[in-house]
């Protein structure tokens, strides 16, 4: 079982940036995981934003790409996103995800909010 805790979210006006991090419980299995981000917006389905491999190949929403990266910590255990350009249709709750092999964990959510 792995847990997965994420951090940072808040309200940031339109333009604005935000870092999300997620902290893993436990070293094995995140360091064979794909990890990504996904997000909810109220009434719309669950989207993938980003992910990350072991090996540091990245993929991303459309919507978001040239405005949001996508990293790992390794020794710390955490995956982060960097949200730059923020715009009104980026609020949503964020979700943390691992996938290995059958194994998918998710997290409990931060909620982002861009408003001005």
């Known amino acids: 079982q792995v847990q997965l805790v994420e951090s940072g979210g808040g309200l940031v006006q339109p333009g604005g940036s935000l870092k999300l991090s997620c902290a893993a419980s436990?070293?094995?299995?995140?360091?064979?995981?794909?990890m990504g981000w996904y997000r909810q917006a109220p009434g719309k389905q669950r989207e993938l934003v980003a992910t990350?491999?072991?090996?540091?190949?990245?993929t991303y929403a459309d919507s978001v790409k040239d405005r949001f990266t996508i990293s790992r910590d390794n020794a710390k255990k955490t995956v982060n996103l960097q949200m730059n350009s923020l715009k009104p249709e980026d609020t949503a709750v964020y979700y943390c995800?691992?996938?290995?092999?059958?194994?998918?964990?998710w997290g409990q959510g931060t909620q982002v909010t861009v408003s001005s």
């Open positions: 990350i491999a072991p090996a540091d190949f990245t």
């Open positions: 436990e070293r094995n299995i995140y360091s064979l995981s794909v």
């Open positions: 995800n691992s996938r290995y092999k059958s194994w998918t964990y």
